[in-house]
């Protein structure tokens, strides 16, 4: 379970403050798929940001199961992001000099007690799963759009995390290419029990989930 | 981790050859510098193996046509004369091939069984103790040995370790020169340590001391050993002396310490140059590799946002970024090796081999020393990027 308590979010400047998130609570059920909602700048992608552990609330907690999060840049975080989280992005963020193949392998990098062997093994499972087995020496300038969300998808499943945060991840994508992810997306929901934050635009999308959150200016609106 | 940064390399082979050629073009050119220094230097630092302090000398251009009595009265006063002289710690003559000189006789044969070449060198039976020569073995000249039936001579090491090497050498005798100038044979008496009398910069020849007696024509210079702490006028007071009795006023006293000073002048400006130039290289070689590091890092933000999403921690980001660099500097360093090799594989310069192997490390050493401070600074911004900030700049 992950659990927002009076999350906030301020920016600071000199001579401006911004208020990215104000007072989020926030339950999130272990295998649930939640959307998240609401018009560009409202801090959706602030929340997943913390939600994800790669930035820090200005004030509340998050707790993700029994563990109530401290310190945000240590060691023990890197490793309960790797083991636990996977991430998925609207632009894919895929490293161009990597084969498909190395690219879904990257997660287990900083996975101890792995192999080389075990590593590709487990990449070539990912990508069996987002049907790209046939693509894993291709390089992500050889693959369409919604080739390299899929690749990023595998990426994200990897490491069997438990939740997955997906950031508009049919953005960048047309209609159909967007179906057979969110399709991929339930799969593991549904199949794997994996839990999903999905922040989205997009309301069809958003109606496929278990339930949907709204913010606006920062707060949450239902 | 390893494997997989030199997947990164490779796949990114294009973007890393100017790198590459950088690095190697450097490594090449601070390898010639520092073969040439090491060289010199490893020579400069070998013993000279005689004093140049307080040694002061005074060429007295005797004519051949001189009646030979008379030289040897004039130069049997002199060096009474100089023996007097309060500041005066011993006097000798020696040739025309003396430390720093520029002269040098040589005489060489195969007749022995062993074929060699050596420097001559006219001395008295005063010279060893004037110009402080250390005797390793045997003893140096005495005025009885104007009466020995051979030549007496003594040998550098460096010719007793080349031609007599795990031999007794003390009395044994051999054919210095096959035109007979000293007799059929000469006999070793003794073995000096080191006479490196060419200059400081210059390799040790194999050197021959051939006894020359003091009152003898041949050995008309003149080398005076001055106690510490001579006043000014010492040297007014010895051109007065040496004016009177020799009754000649075209000679020229100087210093051994001065011509040590001019004749390494030679060596040490060319190599100063060399430094300064390499230098310059060094300080470039960093200034660019300090820019394509920050370059890269600024282009990789989102790579590096990502690492660190999936799990890196910033000694990751921070180690991934300066192995990635000093791969490509020892891919840069090994193609240098190969071609730095053929240097004493083809032996294309006169320069000892150990030379090279030292030019080798040092270049190799230098160069990857530079990389890792060069690299240390951009490799730690990299490790501060903020994940959540980057992966939404695309």
Redesign the interface.
């Known amino acids: 379970m992950i659990k927002l308590q009076n999350v906030s979010k301020i920016y600071r400047t000199k001579t401006i403050e911004t208020v990215a998130l104000n007072n989020i609570n926030l339950e999130i059920a272990e295998g649930e798929f939640l959307s998240v909602m609401g018009p560009s700048g409202c801090g959706k992608s602030t929340m997943l940001n913390i939600m994800g552990l790669i930035d820090e609330p200005s004030e509340g907690s998050i707790s993700i199961g029994p563990n109530t999060i401290k310190d945000y840049n240590g060691k023990p975080i890197a490793k309960f992001r790797n083991e636990n989280l996977g991430f998925i992005f609207q632009s894919f963020h895929l490293i161009n000099d990597l084969s498909v193949i190395d690219n879904v392998e990257l997660p287990l990098l900083y996975r101890s007690g792995i192999n080389g062997k075990e590593r590709r093994a487990m990449a070539e499972e990912a990508l069996t799963k987002v049907g790209l087995k046939n693509r894993m020496k291709h390089f992500p300038g050889q693959l369409s759009g919604g080739q390299k969300q899929r690749v990023a998808i595998a990426r994200a499943i990897v490491g069997k995390p438990s939740i997955i945060l997906a950031d508009e991840p049919t953005g960048n994508l047309d209609s159909v290419m967007g179906n057979e992810i969110m399709d991929i997306l339930l799969d593991l929901n549904q199949n794997d029990k994996t839990t999903i934050i999905m922040v989205t635009h997009d309301e069809t999308m958003a109606r496929k989930t278990n339930r949907l959150v709204r913010l606006f200016d920062g707060s949450q609106v239902s | 981790?390893i494997?997989?940064i030199f997947?990164?390399i490779w796949?990114?082979k294009k973007k890393n050859f100017l790198l590459f050629l950088e690095i190697f073009f450097a490594f090449m050119i601070m390898f010639a510098v520092f073969a040439f220094i090491i060289s010199n230097m490893r020579v400069y630092y070998s013993p000279l193996g005689f004093d140049t302090e307080n040694i002061w000398t005074a060429s007295l251009r005797i004519p051949s046509s001189s009646d030979s009595t008379e030289v040897a009265q004039m130069k049997t006063l002199l060096l009474q004369e100089l023996n007097t002289m309060p500041e005066v710690e011993s006097a000798s003559f020696s040739g025309l091939a003396f430390p720093f000189s520029g002269n040098t006789w040589s005489t060489g044969n195969n007749d022995n069984g062993f074929n060699f070449q050596t420097c001559i060198f006219f001395s008295d039976e005063h010279y060893a103790k004037t110009a402080g020569l250390d005797i390793i073995e045997g003893r140096w000249f005495t005025e009885e040995d104007k009466n020995s039936k051979y030549f007496p001579v003594l040998i550098t090491k460096k010719f007793r370790e080349q031609c007599f090497a795990g031999k007794p050498v003390l009395d044994s005798l051999f054919i210095l020169d096959d035109d007979g100038d000293f007799g059929e044979f000469v006999k070793i008496i003794g073995v000096v340590d080191h006479y490196k009398y060419h200059g400081e910069f210059a390799e040790e020849q194999l050197g021959t001391f051939v006894y020359t007696p003091s009152t003898s024509k041949d050995t008309y210079v003149a080398h005076i050993r001055m106690k510490n702490g001579v006043q000014p006028d010492a040297e007014e007071k010895l051109n007065k002396l040496i004016a009177s009795t020799t009754k000649r006023a075209d000679f020229s006293i100087r210093k051994l310490e001065q011509r040590r000073i001019q004749s390494s002048q030679s060596t040490w400006t060319p190599m100063i140059a060399l430094m300064s130039i390499s230098g310059f290289l060094i300080i470039n070689v960093a200034l660019g590799l300090f820019g394509v590091l920050w370059y890269n890092i600024s282009k990789r933000r989102?790579?590096i946002?990502?690492?660190?999403?999936?799990?890196?921690?910033?000694?990751?980001i921070s180690f991934q970024f300066i192995t990635e660099i000093i791969m490509v500097t020892l891919i840069g360093i090994f193609v240098g090796l190969f071609f730095a090799a053929q240097f004493p594989i083809m032996k294309l310069f006169d320069i000892e081999n150990i030379n090279y192997y030292y030019a080798m490390l040092s270049s190799a050493g230098v160069i990857l020393l530079l990389v890792l401070i060069c690299a240390f600074y951009p490799s730690r911004q990299a490790a501060m990027v903020?994940?959540?900030m980057v992966?939404?700049e695309?």
């Open positions: 981790m494997k997989h997947t990164l796949n990114k989102s790579e946002g990502l690492r660190r999403t999936v799990g890196a921690t910033r000694a990751n903020n994940p959540a992966l939404h695309d």
